[in-house]
């Protein structure tokens, strides 16, 4: 059975399904130990024989919730940072203080500077650094495109896409070394893929390069249709590109159902979007809210 609880979310109950002592009951905590969200993603795999830190959230609240729900990171195997956005790094130098041994794998360009322009608020900086501590910087591998932490667990990047972007992706910038801001192109981002008791599950954190291409290059380079998939999509400001942003949500949509995978997002899929994939996909995709506890059982796909 893989494990995976959910540390870290915009969101600490299910929405519109599920209030916030159900949620609590299903985890077996008191309502008092109320779980804590932010914008940002942190998931906590159990394989069985490996536990995996998958990204870390903005703060240190990864740990607190973990703590609450009963989670000990010191055991922590080791962790994978997706991209290098601080809603999914800033948690690095919190989790290098408090575990000690567990190696870290990041894109080898993830600690370049990242940057979001918001408008009338200006540009801003949403990258998170490289440890300063040799003794940190020891535990970092920096990975290429393609990466096997160990037979059945493997890190890779999209280098190929054929389909757009999220159209989201349009306020997010790189820079180049004299100054001038880019579009970024997430070749910085990677995902993990699970196959492991007969089970193949794929773990995005924001699906820059996109959820369908994402997919695609999962299918032809390893052969095979996750029948699990778990992460964000990218899709919370698809309204804000109007006609545009209502096709490709559908093109997603229709993507994933084809894909006859059982997904769980949230994060930056957002809620109207998530709203409109539910009326699609029905069953087939779920709330992964802080606090949750997903156990996927095997081929079957016996979930809770």
């Known amino acids: 059975m893989i494990r995976i609880v959910v540390l870290v979310d915009n969101e600490s109950r299910s929405p519109v399904f599920t ?16 779980i804590s969200s932010e914008h940002g993603l942190s998931l906590y795999i159990d394989t069985g024989d490996r536990r995996i830190l998958f990204d870390m959230g903005k ?34 130098a ?21 940057y979001s ?31 096997e932490i160990e037979p059945g667990i493997a890190l890779f990047s999209v280098p190929d896409i054929c389909l757009p972007m999220p159209l989201g992706n349009r306020t997010l910038f790189g820079r180049t070394n004299d100054g001038n801001y880019i579009p970024d192109d997430f070749l910085h981002e990677q995902n993990v893929l699970i196959q492991k008791e007969g089970v193949s599950l794929l773990i995005a954190g924001c699906a820059h390069r996109g959820i369908p291409n994402i997919l695609n290059w999962v299918n032809e380079r390893f052969k095979i249709h996750p029948q699990y ?8 400001h698809y309204s804000d590109h109007g006609t545009d942003g209502r096709n490709q949500l559908q093109q997603f949509t229709e993507y994933l159902k084809r894909s006859g ?3 769980y997002t949230g994060h930056c899929t957002g ?12 069953d087939r995709i779920e709330y992964a809210y802080a606090g ?4 996927i059982t095997d081929k079957e796909k016996k979930h809770e």
């Open 59 to 92: 703060t240190d609240i990864y740990r607190k919730n973990a703590e609450a729900l009963g989670v000990d990171l010191s055991q922590t195997d080791y962790a994978v940072i997706s991209h290098g956005h601080s809603d999914h790094g800033g948690g690095l």
């Open 19 to 34: 209030d916030f002592e159900t949620s609590c009951r299903k985890v077996g905590i008191e309502k008092s130990q109320r």
């Open 261 to 263: 995978a059982m997904c």
């Open 229 to 236: 998939i778990i992460g964000g999509f990218h899709l919370s």
């Open 94 to 114: 919190d989790f290098l203080k408090n575990n000690v041994s567990a190696r870290i794998y990041v894109r080898r360009n993830a600690f370049e500077k990242h």
């Open 271 to 282: 809620i109207g979007a998530y709203l409109k994939l539910k009326k699609i996909l029905g």
């Open 292 to 295: 949750r506890v997903i156990n």
């Open 117 to 147: 322009n918001r408008g009338d608020d200006g540009v801003f900086d949403v990258g998170f650094e490289m440890p300063a501590e040799d003794s940190d910087r020891a535990r970092i591998t920096l990975t290429e495109e393609e990466y």
